[in-house]
Each structure stands twice: as structure tokens, then as C-alpha cells.
């Protein structure tokens, strides 16, 4: 990889779908001759995107954002729902997996390299806080996320101008108001901006070029690997667009894996249905899950962690049906399936998963 060029396209302001159907559509349509690519963009306007294992229904309050006319879309790269708008500058990296470590945390460390380096040039002591979150003095300033698309790893992240305090809480689904002010006030002492940092630290503030090209630099710099300038996609990459864009409209991609349980609700003698979280380092694991005669008869496992392959998940919850109700039994089966498919979650272990089991189905135990 070192000496090897890297594909360079700036976009400027795009279309909110397209700020995401962009990096997905370069890493579909990326092959053995693809050069490792960054894309960069914002977009025009306000949208929410939810995480590749969240269930739409449970993350995001659907009535208002359809009422105030904000767009929600699923992405192909994990963690929580975000509320994107044109105050963020987003960079994308779409490399070839094949040559990067498999080991996730590692990769996140390689990629945010170049991007810490931009913040400090600005000024900003940012620093990277394992998994994947940028903070400064304590605060968040930055979200990154990844994913194995196609033969592409793709690290995703922005660069945060502003923030809208007042409509995150309102795009969240929310069990009460005075939860929803909880977060409020949560979002606004824990999440800071660039534009914030600099008036408090009396810095010069930096235009998103500015900011690009210090990105850019620091790229260079980190991986000693020349840059090559392009305006536009490739036809084969501006033909799968279109594709892509259907995709992620599609209302059966955003409601995916949607399932409305209580916490228990007993069919009869044999059958119980569950749902509830679980919290562990790598982040918030829900299970729903349906037992009978002591076994599990079927299971979804959602969530706001990272996960690679995206189909990984997929096959945990396969080898978990009819898995018997034994915590033992429960993590061998977990075990196995990472073994077996190469799954990587930072921060969630097997044991992490069989423990979120087990307490969500505490009766059973």
C-alpha cells in the first residue's frame, strides 16, 4: 500500500441522498484494479441516518421527521442514528480490505491518523477515544464509523462545523419529554463543534476548504502516498449510482429487521416473547428474541456497534436458533460463529453477547 496512489474526489455540496449514496456506490463497484479512494462532500440539507443494525422503529421518531420533512435513510456502515446537515464536512475512505489488518481497532487508528493531525493544525487537541469517537477536552467532537462493502473497507467520518442541539433530541424516539430533555442536555455538555472550540480557544476558524486541504496533507504526510485529483465518477461507478440510490430509498432497506415487542409478552406455556438492551464497552446490544420449551426459537440482534462482515450477524442469529437456554451453551455458539465467519466487533465480545442474552431473558436463567 505505502508508494501507492490514492483517488482524491471533492464533491462540494450534494444532494442528501447522494452524500450517501456516493461512498457506497464507489465501494460496490470497487474491484482488484480500484484505486484506494476518499471522497469528500456535504450535504445540502438536513437528514437523519440510522445504523446498519438499528430498527428504524425503535431509534427515530418517525412522525416528526416526516412532519418537518427530514429525510431518514439506512447506511451499510454500523452505529447509532445522526442527525447529518450542511455544517459537516464528510470524508470517506474506501480501501482495498484486502490489504488492510482485519484487526477493526487498528484500522480505525490508521485511518484517524490523518484526521486528528488536521485538528491539531487547526489548533484543536483532538485525540482518538477507542472505539471509534474523536473527543477534545472530554467532549465529542466526531463520530467515525466502518464497514466491509464489497471488497471495499470503508471508514466514514466529518469533520463537525455547528450542531444542531435542539433537533437531535427531537428525531430520537423517546420513552417520555423528560427523557427527551435528558438528552438535551446530555447532547449539549458532552458534544462540542469546531466553530464552538475555536471561539473558545480564540482560534482563527477554518473554512471547509481550508480544513479539506490540511485533511489532504495530512493524508500524504501520514501515508508518505501520493494523491491523484479527479472531478467525477468513473461511467461504471456513475451507472451503479443509480442503483444505489433505488436501494436506499427502498422503505423495505429503512425498515429492515423491524419487530414490536414488550419486554415480555407470554403466548402460552411453551412461548414467551423479550426484548430489551444491553450496555457493554462496544455499545448498545438489543435483543429480541422468542423462546419455547426452554430453547431459543428465534433471535434478532440489533444495535448501535460496529460489526464486520456486515453478514455477520446474520449468522450469529442463525446458530443461536435453537440454541438451549444455557449461558455455556449460549457463548459456545457465539464463539463459534466469530471463529468460524471472522467476525470483528470492537468492544463486543462473545461473552459480551451471552450476557446480554441472559439478562434480557433473565426468567430463563
Known amino acids: 500500500m505505502p508508494g501507492q496512489p490514492i483517488r482524491v474526489i471533492n464533491f462540494g455540496e450534494v444532494s442528501w441522498l447522494d452524500s450517501q449514496a456516493i461512498y457506497h456506490t464507489v465501494a460496490h463497484a470497487f474491484d482488484s484494479g480500484s ?27 418517525i412522525d416528526y421527521c416526516t412532519a418537518h420533512n427530514i429525510p431518514i435513510i439506512r447506511r451499510e456502515v454500523g452505529g447509532g442514528a445522526v442527525l447529518l446537515d450542511s455544517n459537516q464536512l464528510f470524508f470517506h475512505f474506501i480501501f482495498n480490505q484486502n490489504k488492510l489488518p482485519k484487526d477493526v481497532s487498528q484500522i480505525y487508528r490508521i485511518f484517524l491518523e490523518p484526521v486528528i493531525n488536521a485538528y491539531k493544525k487547526m489548533g484543536l487537541n483532538v485525540y482518538h477515544r477507542p472505539i471509534n469517537d474523536l473527543h477534545i477536552d472530554n467532549k465529542k467532537i466526531g463520530g467515525t464509523g466502518a464497514a466491509e462493502i464489497g471488497k471495499a473497507m470503508v471508514v466514514v467520518g466529518s469533520f463537525m462545523f455547528d450542531f444542531n442541539y435542539e433537533l437531535m433530541p427531537r428525531i430520537l424516539k423517546v420513552p417520555s419529554e423528560k427523557f427527551r430533555d435528558k438528552v438535551y442536555q446530555n447532547v449539549k455538555d458532552y458534544v462540542t463543534n469546531i466553530t464552538k472550540e475555536c471561539n473558545l480557544k480564540q482560534l482563527p476558524l477554518f473554512t471547509p476548504d ?67 438492551n444491553y450496555k457493554c464497552e462496544g455499545g448498545l446490544i438489543r435483543i429480541t428474541c422468542s423462546t419455547k420449551n426452554n430453547n431459543i426459537e428465534d433471535i434478532n440482534i440489533s444495535g448501535d456497534f460496529t460489526l464486520l462482515p456486515l453478514d455477520g450477524l446474520t ?51
Open 35 to 61: 484505486m484506494d479512494t476518499i471522497t469528500i462532500m456535504s450535504p445540502k440539507s438536513t437528514y437523519v441516518s440510522i445504523g446498519y443494525f438499528q430498527e428504524l422503529e425503535k431509534e427515530v421518531d
Open 210 to 276: 481550508d480544513i479539506s486541504s490540511v485533511f489532504l496533507e495530512e493524508v500524504k504526510a501520514a501515508w508518505k502516498r501520493p494523491l491523484v485529483l479527479e472531478d467525477k465518477l468513473k461511467h461504471k461507478e456513475a451507472q451503479e449510482l443509480k442503483s444505489i440510490r433505488k436501494r436506499l430509498t427502498d422503505k423495505g432497506w429503512l425498515y429492515k429487521k423491524g419487530k414490536f415487542l414488550d419486554r415480555k409478552v407470554k403466548i402460552n406455556a411453551d412461548i414467551n416473547l423479550y426484548e430489551g
Open 315 to 365: 449468522f450469529l442469529e442463525n446458530g443461536l436458533r435453537g440454541c438451549p437456554l444455557e449461558q455455556e451453551k449460549i457463548y459456545e455458539v457465539t464463539k463459534s460463529a466469530y471463529q468460524k465467519h471472522g467476525i470483528r466487533s470492537p468492544g463486543v465480545e462473545p461473552h459480551h453477547l451471552a450476557e446480554a442474552i441472559k439478562t434480557v431473558l433473565s426468567d430463563c436463567f
